[in-house]
Every structure is written in structure tokens, then in C-alpha cells.
């Protein structure tokens, strides 16, 4: 059995293409490390500019359908996408986008065809971008138990409550949330779920800054997030997804599709760092490459990154082709969160005390290595703790469960119909 993927002619040609639009189109220093808020905005704004205009070719979010802006391709031409901007460090889109990714599956799946209409062209051609608040001060793990309450009012839904941990850097324009429209209802059936407007009055941001934030100009979801609070937010009442009270299933899509691992296909840039950087650099007179210690451990690194990456590819495929799921995505989470910590000893182990400081001058790696100290502690959380991706596993395999529990909604069709437009033909 031959793990890695083979291609055909035709998606070596889409490479071709697609290669030859990035080279005209990704501009220089788009993946560079910003040292002030200042390079951090003029770093968004570019890739802002690049998102849009991926969206103009359809691109930004290929397996959207093309009635709604989206690219409507196929699998085989979705990876070559995926891997050409990852060749270039960048992914799709080039900005972080939880809700554009997650919500507008959820949309896909419960919105109406108005809401489709309405909500997702905007996301498929880069206009927008959107965060999901979930999680809250007491309602982590346990999303069921969320409290921000959002009571029909007329034709408004009145929304107050408080949601941390949301976002990134720059802002959104729309949010993705859940809430409690049935105070007295059961768990799971008193919830509902909403697209709404991120500038509407009542809303305030404040900013939180988590360990693994390097500087105030971070621009990844790894280090800025925030917290959002809700006082009596007049919400639209055509912005409810689902149904009121059915909030609990359009989560349970909007989960699937982050836990399943769609995306992350690349090679993990540490790794890639890493490499470089035993290959130019010497200790005690030698190149570290030829320290018989130094190959044992990158080969072990190497490894243990690379069955995450192939994993992660086979959950790429499974979402796009509209494979039946079960406890893959959980099984590729848990395994990148627990890669990642060990990541941060391996480091240590083959760099020493370099590995711990981001100085200019001593820092190893350019600061890399001591950011992966910190990201392998924060990268436990987001998306599902490895706790709660052991329950899931557990459930999904029917661990002390009479049946199995099955994976959430994520449509008849998954997220792509397979090989709509086939490449080879
Ligand atoms: C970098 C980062 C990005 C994030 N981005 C977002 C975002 O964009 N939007 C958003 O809404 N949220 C976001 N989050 C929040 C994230 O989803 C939560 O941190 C996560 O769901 C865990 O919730 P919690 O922090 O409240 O911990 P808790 O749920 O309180 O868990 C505390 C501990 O108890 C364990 N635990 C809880 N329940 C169980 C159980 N049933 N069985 C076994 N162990 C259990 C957990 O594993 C954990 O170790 C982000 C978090 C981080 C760190």
C-alpha cells in the first residue's frame, strides 16, 4: 500500500497554472515575521488583497459552489491548490478565517437558500472574514453549557452574554455563535445558532493575549485572541441558522469540520526549519548535520511529523471526496496536539538551552525554536482538547457504548462532490 498520492497529467498541468497566477500574484514578504503593529497590519492588508483576489478565480474556497462564488472543483484539484500555497508558507485562505472555514460548511448544510445567497459570496470571494465565538468562561469542553442568552424580541433577537478565546489579530466582519434562546428548555435543545454582523452597537473587543504571543504585531490565531461581550445586541431575526432551539446539530456540523482536519496537509515548517538550520549552522567546530545524535533525532522528528502530515492528508481526502467519517478526525488532532508538545522536548534535546530564548542574537532557528516551546503548550486547546479527542475516539469506536457514535452532518455530499469536472477527461 502506497501511502503517498501519485498525480495525474491534468493536475500537473492545474499545477502548472496554478503556480505560474501565485508567482504573479503572492507578493514578497507576505509570510514574513512582523516586529511592530504596524508590519503586522501592512502584512494583513496584503494578504487580504491576495485572498480577494483568489476569490476572483474562485480559488479562495474551491469547493464552494461556483453559484455562490465558490471554485466548484473537485478533489483533485482542491490538494494541488492547498499544496502550492503551502510551498509558499501561506494557507487557504492566506488569513485566518475560523468562521469563513467552518461556518460556511454550516451554511451549506442548515442555511436556506436566501441565507446561502446572502452569507456566502462574501466569504467564497474574500470580502469578508468571519471568527466563531463559541467558547465561554465556563463553557469550554462543555459547549452545551454555554449562557449567553439571545431572546426573541419582535423580528430581533436581543443578545447578552460573553465569549473569550475568539478571533485573532485586525478584526472580522461577521461572527459565527451559539447561544441560549430557551432559558428554561433542555440541554441541547434550548440553543440556537446565528451569522450576525461583528460591528453591530452593544458589541465590544477586548483583546488576550495568550503564552504562545510573541508581540503585540502576532498576525496568526496563535497568540492574539479575544474576548467578545454582548450587551443587548439587537440581532436580526433572518440571521438564526437551523431553526431556533436546533442550535446544538448546526454546531455539531460546524464541529465535524473542525476536528476533521480538513486542511493542514503541509509539511509542518518547523521541520522544515529545523533542517535548515542543522545544515548551516555548526557546534564545536562542525556542522551540526554530522553529529551522529543530531541525524538520530531529526529522523525521529521527521517521522513522527510525517505520520501526522499523511494522516492528515487521508482526512483531506475523506472530507473533500465525501467520505463516511468517524474517529479519523479526532484521531489526527489528538496526534498533532501530543506531536507537538514532544515537539518542544525533541527541540530542547537537539539545540539545548539556544532552543529557549528568541534573543536575535542567540535565539535558534531565528526564534522559532522558542516559539515552539510555547505553541506546543497553547496548540492542547483550540478545536478540542486531546481530552475530548480521546472521547471522541472512544465514542465513535463504540467504546463502552452499545453503537457507535456517529459523525455530525456534514450533507449528503460531503464537501465536494466528487470529481464534478474531472480533470482528465
Ligand atoms: C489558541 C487557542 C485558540 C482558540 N480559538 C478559539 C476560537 O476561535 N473560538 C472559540 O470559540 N474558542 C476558541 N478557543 C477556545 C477552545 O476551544 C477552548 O479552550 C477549549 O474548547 C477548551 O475549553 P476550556 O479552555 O474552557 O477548558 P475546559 O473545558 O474547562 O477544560 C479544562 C480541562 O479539563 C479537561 N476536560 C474537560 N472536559 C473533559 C471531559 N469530558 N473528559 C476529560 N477531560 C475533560 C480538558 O481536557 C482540559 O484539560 C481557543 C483556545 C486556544 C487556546
Redesign the pocket.
Known amino acids: 500500500m502506497e501511502f503517498e498520492l501519485k498525480y495525474t497529467k491534468a493536475q500537473e498541468e492545474f499545477r502548472d497554472e496554478v503556480r505560474t497566477w501565485l508567482a504573479a500574484n503572492v507578493p514578497d514578504g507576505i509570510t514574513a515575521r512582523p516586529r511592530s503593529f504596524q508590519e503586522s497590519q501592512a502584512i494583513y492588508r496584503m494578504r487580504r488583497e491576495l485572498g480577494r483576489r483568489l476569490g476572483a478565480q474562485g480559488w479562495l474556497y474551491p469547493s464552494g459552489e461556483k453559484q455562490y462564488g465558490g471554485g466548484g472543483l473537485g478533489l483533485d484539484q482542491i490538494i494541488v491548490l492547498e499544496e502550492e500555497t503551502a510551498r509558499l508558507g501561506l494557507g487557504l485562505p492566506p488569513y485566518y478565517d475560523?468562521g469563513g472555514k467552518m461556518g460556511s460548511a454550516s451554511i451549506r448544510v442548515w442555511g436556506t437558500d436566501e441565507q446561502k445567497q446572502r452569507f456566502l459570496p462574501p466569504i467564497y470571494r474574500g470580502e469578508v472574514r468571519s471568527?466563531?465565538?463559541?467558547?465561554?468562561?465556563?463553557?469550554?469542553?462543555?459547549?452545551a453549557g454555554v449562557k449567553m442568552t439571545a431572546i426573541r424580541d419582535g423580528d430581533v433577537y436581543v443578545f447578552n452574554g460573553q465569549?473569550?478565546?475568539?478571533?485573532?489579530h485586525h478584526g472580522a466582519d461577521r461572527y459565527w455563535t451559539i447561544a441560549v434562546t430557551d432559558p428554561k428548555g433542555k440541554r441541547h435543545q434550548n440553543v440556537s445558532w446565528f451569522m450576525i454582523d461583528a460591528n453591530l452597537p452593544g458589541i465590544t473587543t477586548q483583546p488576550l493575549y495568550?503564552l504562545?504571543a510573541q508581540s503585540e504585531g502576532e498576525t496568526d490565531?496563535?497568540?492574539h485572541?479575544n474576548i467578545i461581550y454582548f450587551d443587548n445586541v439587537r440581532v436580526p431575526a433572518d440571521c438564526l441558522v437551523g431553526g431556533e432551539n436546533n442550535g446544538w446539530k448546526v454546531a455539531s456540523t460546524h464541529l465535524e469540520v473542525e476536528h476533521s482536519g480538513q486542511g493542514n496537509i503541509r509539511t509542518n515548517p518547523v521541520w522544515i526549519a529545523l533542517l535548515a538550520h542543522c545544515r548551516t549552522h555548526n557546534r564545536d567546530g562542525r556542522p551540526l548535520i554530522e553529529d551522529p545524535d543530531v541525524r538520530s533525532k531529526l529522523a525521529e522528528i521527521f517521522s513522527r511529523l510525517e505520520a501526522v502530515r499523511l494522516l492528515s492528508t487521508r482526512n483531506f481526502w475523506m472530507v473533500y471526496a465525501g467520505e463516511k467519517r468517524s474517529y479519523q478526525g479526532s484521531q489526527v488532532s489528538y496526534l498533532r496536539k501530543t506531536t507537538n508538545l514532544w515537539l518542544t522536548k525533541a527541540i530542547l534535546d537537539l539545540l539545548g538551552p539556544d532552543a529557549l530564548t528568541n534573543d536575535p542574537i542567540l535565539g535558534a532557528v531565528g526564534g522559532i525554536a522558542e516559539a515552539q516551546q510555547r505553541r506546543g503548550i497553547?496548540?492542547?486547546?483550540?478545536?478540542?482538547?486531546?481530552?475530548?479527542q480521546?472521547?471522541v475516539i472512544a465514542r465513535r469506536l463504540g467504546v463502552g457504548a452499545r453503537e457507535p457514535q456517529q459523525a455530525g452532518k456534514l450533507g449528503e455530499e460531503g464537501m465536494a462532490r466528487k470529481n464534478p469536472q474531472p480533470v482528465d477527461a
Not at 379 to 387: A, N, S
Request: glycine fraction near 12%; hydrophobic fraction near 30%; aromatic fraction near 6%.
Open positions: 475560523s471568527w466563531q465565538l463559541l467558547t465561554e468562561p465556563t463553557a469550554g469542553s462543555d459547549l465569549k473569550i478565546y475568539i478571533g485573532s495568550l504562545s490565531e496563535h497568540g485572541k497553547v496548540e492542547q486547546h483550540p478545536g478540542g482538547t486531546t481530552d475530548i480521546r472521547v
